[in-house]
């Protein structure tokens, strides 16, 4: 992660850093991102980017957690329904919002793809990272569902949490297996155009079956 010399420059030079270094990782894999591209881009030296990162690798984990923190803050601010109206109507608003971020913020969005999905050396700890963030907002979730009567009270919170952020890391890669898609594609290619009305057609499957459950004398 950044060092404390980092974020003790200016916030205007800080931020433009960090939006040369997005644009750098967004747009070359992990092996030809280039830390000469980005300084030389930045006007700054060499010398001084190692005052702020260890080296390539604490730079882009920073991205990835970077762009992980700002998809959430995207989902607590862009307009979310109240929770109280009910745990899975939110959580199904949750589902489009997460889609809606990665259409409009494609940078940052392929930072994640080519750590997840790309040739990543240390692609687990980059994707450990991403569900470690998404899971503790999931966490206070389920807590407040439970708290709300939305989900029984017998369920493990903990496993609830485990089990919806689980099916929201694996859904990307089930809606792309859809549309013949590997991720691999996805992660040197960008976001691709897809048919919005099937993936919200998808979410509603999800949420209909983590609601009611897959009984039919449930149902």
């Not at 644009?23 to 030296?45: G, L, W």
């Not at 708290?147 to 859904?171: S, Y």
């Not at 991720?183 to 155009?193: N, S």
């Amino acid at each position: 992660m950044p060092t404390q010399t980092f974020f003790n420059l200016p916030e205007e030079k800080r931020r433009m850093i960090v939006e040369i270094a997005i644009a750098e990782f967004a747009n070359h894999d992990y092996a030809n991102a280039s830390i000469s591209r980005i300084v030389a881009q930045a006007k700054i030296a060499k010398g001084s980017f190692y005052q702020y990162f260890q080296d390539k690798k604490d730079l882009c984990l920073y991205l990835v957690k970077l762009a992980s923190e700002e998809k959430i803050a995207f989902l607590r601010s862009n307009n979310p329904p109240e929770l109280q109206q009910g745990f899975f109507p939110y959580l199904r608003w949750l589902m489009g919002a997460g889609a809606r971020f990665d259409l409009t913020h494609p940078a940052l969005s392929q930072v994640v793809y080519r750590a997840i999905y790309g040739e990543l050396p240390f692609r687990e700890e980059a994707h450990q990272q991403t569900k470690e963030i998404s899971l503790e907002y999931v966490q206070q979730l389920v807590e407040q569902g439970i708290a709300q009567g939305d989900i029984d009270t017998d369920v493990d919170p903990d496993l609830a949490a485990f089990v919806i952020n689980t099916l929201g890391n694996e859904l990307g890669k089930f809606i792309l297996s859809r549309r013949g898609i590997s991720p691999k594609q996805l992660a040197q290619e960008g976001p691709i155009d897809l048919d919005m009305q099937r993936m919200e057609n998808i979410f509603d499957e999800v949420i209909q079956i983590l609601e009611r459950g897959m009984n039919s004398s449930k149902n």
